[in-house]
T-cell receptor, first 117, second 112 residues
Framework: DGGITQSPKYLFRKEGQNVTLSCEQN?????MYWYRQDPGQGLRLIYY???????QKGDIAEGYSVSREKKESFPLTVTSAQKNPTAFYLC????????????????FGPGTRLTVL | RKEVEQDPGPFNVPEGATVAFNCTYS??????FFWYRQDCRKEPKLLMS???SGNEDGRFTAQLNRASQYISLLIRDSKLSDSATYLC?????????????FGRGTSLIVHP
């Protein structure tokens, strides 16, 4: 059964801690993305990767880091430098990365809700 | 000006009503357009793509107006289950990459 999985579903972090959110896909998609969604707000792009071992900053990359060592995996680390990390984090993938076209659609994982205590 | 703008609503309509949402975009070079549906506390799911000629899927019709730079979504015969937030997504062309830009969403509440 192909899809995108994110774990954990809920995550609680103390101030000053780094946490890593997992995102795995078995769709054989080249491109993967991380978004943040705050209540009543749209999705804001944190990082994206169009190919293994390469990734680009999105609109709000400060305080976050990513890696793309495998095609299937794109973990996101929320560092202590991120001042307001409480949010809903969504991972997505699309079929083509560098060869991608404008009609590529994104498929989303179920999301991780991060709360800072 | 925001790249993609939507009226946040909520649009409060009775079952059976017809309701329409618009979404405006600022980048005239945008190549493709989509509507996603997002239920409360869930991930967005693709509802439909929007083509130049317009497209229809059951009770849902999407239209693109390139001259005025907006897309629309029409829902006929609204069901209670249509209650959700509808996100407009635009793929602008930028240096050969197509990174989607999301609107904030329009909230729809269908009541009995």
């Amino acid at each position: 059964d192909g899809g995108i999985t994110q774990s954990p579903k809920y995550l609680f972090r103390k101030e000053g801690q780094n946490v890593t959110l997992s995102c795995e896909q078995n769709l054989n998609h080249d491109a993967m993305y991380w978004y943040r969604q705050d209540p009543g707000q749209g999705l804001r792009l944190i990082y994206y990767s169009q190919i293994v071992n390469d990734f680009q900053k999105g609109d709000i990359a400060e305080g976050y880091s990513v890696s793309r060592e495998k095609k299937e995996s794109f973990p996101l680390t929320v560092t202590s430098a991120q001042k307001n990390p409480t949010a809903f984090y969504l991972c997505a993938s699309s079929i083509d990365g560098l060869a991608g076209g404008p009609t590529d659609t994104q498929y989303f994982g179920p999301g991780t809700r991060l709360t800072v205590l | 000006r925001k790249e993609v703008e939507q009226d946040p609503g909520p649009f409060n309509v009775p079952e059976g009503a017809t309701v329409a949402f618009n979404c405006t975009y600022s980048n005239s070079a945008s190549q493709s357009f989509f509507w996603y549906r997002q239920d409360c506390r869930k991930e967005p799911k693709l509802l439909m793509s929007v083509y130049s000629s317009g497209n229809e899927d059951g009770r849902f019709t999407a239209q693109l107006n390139r001259a005025s730079q907006y897309i629309s979504l029409l829902i006929r015969d609204s069901k209670l289950s249509d209650s959700a937030t509808y996100l407009c997504v635009v793929n602008p062309a930028s240096g050969g990459s197509y990174i989607p830009t999301f609107g904030r969403g329009t909230s729809l509440i269908v009541h009995p």
